[in-house]
């Protein structure tokens, strides 16, 4: 049996899931080789990554547990 109480328990645990997640900001992009790399803004903080660590940052994964490093600015 389904409640409205119940529905709205579960809507609000998905925006607070939502907003929890990292901001994801795609700055620049290179295509080089074959290759693809981002430069990405999270919380503030630059980071270049590939297609597949730009996904997992995407669907929610911080920097720390994917161990990046800072972007260095030349």
């Known amino acids: ?13 998905a ?13 620049a992009q290179s295509f080089s080789a074959g290759t693809y790399q ?3 803004l999270v919380d503030g903080e630059a ?5 597949f660590r730009l996904s ?4 929610g994964l911080s ?4 161990e990046l490093m800072p972007a260095t600015d030349d």
Not at 15 to 27: C, E, G, P
Not at 47 to 51: N, T
């Open 63 to 66: 920097p720390a547990e994917l």
């Open 47 to 51: 980071y270049w990554v590939d297609e």
């Open 38 to 40: 981002a430069r990405v």
């Open 1 to 13: 049996m389904f409640s409205p109480i119940i529905g709205q328990n579960s809507k609000r645990a």
């Open 15 to 27: 925006v607070r899931k939502a907003l929890d997640r990292h901001k994801v900001y795609i700055t």
């Open 56 to 59: 997992q940052l995407q669907q």
